[in-house]
T-cell receptor, first 114, second 116 residues
């Protein structure tokens, strides 16, 4: 069964550094998402992406964050200048075009900011 | 705005017994989707079961079933014949029907432990 792939599984970075989290969604999916989960807390929506543009973003997704689909297969989340509070699990997800199609999650990238 | 509430931070069940996890939500929409996701210690997000609000029949997937009460805005998950592998965090989630790319809105989660 096709799956959403995220790399790396764990990323450690220093405060103030830029980090790029990578995702390969399922190939025929059209809707792409990033979610964040701070340890022990609920899963929070960051941004959704459709037709090569952001369709919705949350208050968390400020100017420090950006997303890109540079080559038609990868879907990346960039954090320009990481803060300690950006430490979390970041999940990429994708959905097909059918309204009833479920969301498929990747296994997540654990980001640790020191 | 829609909200999802799980009022049980932790639940415990004996192996082979049945447990019910509660979820309530708030929305003014008439059509939507509801989901239960399982998150084991690996932190993977696994879809357990889904319910379309326009369907009256409660969804069932093997040992997992839901009790969907639309008027009460309640969506509980029943796990029958609990197994050790069911131990995980369970999240209830809502998605609008009206925006095809709509996001999932999650509850706070319920940590389920299964005692042998």
């Amino acid at each position: 069964e096709p799956e959403v792939t995220q790399t790396p599984s764990h990323q450690v970075t220093q405060m103030g550094q830029e980090v790029i989290l990578r995702c390969v969604p399922i190939s025929n999916h059209l809707y792409f998402y990033w979610y964040r989960q701070i340890l022990g807390q609920k899963v929070e929506f960051l941004v959704s992406f459709y037709n090569n543009e952001i369709s919705e973003k949350s208050e968390i997704f400020d100017d420090q964050f950006s997303v890109e689909r540079p080559d038609g297969s990868n879907f990346t989340l960039k954090i320009r200048s990481t803060k300690l509070e950006d430490s979390a699990m970041y999940f990429c997800a994708s959905r097909g075009s059918d309204r009833d199609s479920p969301l498929h999650f990747g296994n997540g990238t654990r980001l640790t900011v020191t | 705005a829609q909200t999802v509430t799980q009022s049980q931070p932790e639940m415990s069940v004996q192996e082979a017994e049945t447990v019910t996890l509660s979820c309530t939500y708030d929305t003014s929409e008439s059509d939507y989707y509801l989901f239960w996701y399982k998150q084991p210690p690996s932190r993977q997000m696994i879809l357990v079961i889904r319910q379309e609000a326009y369907k009256q029949q409660n969804a069932t997937e093997n040992r997992f079933s839901v009790n969907f009460q639309k008027a009460a805005k309640s969506f509980s998950l029943k796990i029958s014949d609990s197994q050790l592998g069911d131990a995980a965090m369970y999240f209830c989630a809502y998605r609008t029907f009206y925006n095809q790319g709509g996001k999932l809105i999650f509850g706070q989660g319920t940590e389920l432990s299964v005692k042998p």
